[in-house]
């Protein structure tokens, strides 16, 4: 192995005004990747939200238009079968939001982690020079994508439990069933733990993942 020269070693070595500028560098990418992540989830939110009120809006319509009558809307049997059907319309297209919602979600933890990572490197200098460190996260494997309980959790088990009620409700209405309160409440249950049963296996297989390619063999700091 060909021995480094001496004065190149000593313009490797950072200065730690440098460091701070590392450190700088830091925050900023930590306010970025939490701005991104809320302006996404907003995003998506609205965009689910407005598609989840095509339905509300086709009735007003049609009811204006005397296409419906309107008394016929407070009633089960009387609801017609093509608003039904626009039910699950929308309730289906609702989910081509709630599916880039965890995509961004993904996105967002694994450059959160990567930052983390691109912390540790340069916090254990900052601690032995200045006896200072960044008072953030510096383990590579947080954030965990599948947090139930924190907000992007919150969020898709509320849009997942909209999205199952609408297509439940859509698809008992169209096959002619009697309205069952416990027969809805299951069918919302199960159409739900699909929904979230996609966004546990995504984020926890992603979470898994292979490393990149390494060719010059530099060690990973991640556990």
Request: proline share 7%; with cysteine; charged share 15%.
């Amino acid at each position: 192995m060909r021995k480094i020269p001496h004065r190149m070693a000593q313009e490797n070595d950072l200065a730690p005004s440098q460091f701070l500028q590392l450190a700088a560098v830091d925050f900023n990418g930590v306010y970025a990747v939490h701005l991104a992540a809320k302006e996404e989830r907003l995003k998506m939110t609205r965009l689910s939200l407005s598609l989840l009120s095509g339905p509300f809006f086709a009735a007003i319509a049609l009811a204006s238009a005397k296409v419906v009558d309107p008394q016929s809307l407070t009633r089960w049997q009387a609801v017609p079968w093509y608003l039904f059907a626009l039910v699950i319309a929308f309730g289906v297209l609702s989910v081509l939001p709630y599916l880039r919602l965890i995509e961004a979600v993904d996105a967002h933890a694994r450059t959160a982690r990567a930052i983390n990572n691109f912390r540790l490197l340069y916090s254990t200098k900052l601690g032995d020079d200045l006896d200072w460190s960044p008072n953030l996260p510096v383990d590579p494997r947080f954030p965990e994508t599948y947090a139930p309980l924190a907000w992007p959790g919150v969020n898709v088990m509320v849009l997942a439990t909209v999205n199952s009620t609408y297509l439940t409700v859509g698809l008992t209405g169209l096959s002619g069933q009697e309205p069952n309160a416990l027969l809805l409440m299951t069918g919302i249950l199960l159409v739900a733990l699909v929904h979230y049963g996609v966004y546990y296996v995504r984020c926890n297989v992603s979470r898994r993942r292979r490393l990149p390619r390494n060719p010059y063999r530099i060690s990973n700091m991640e556990g």
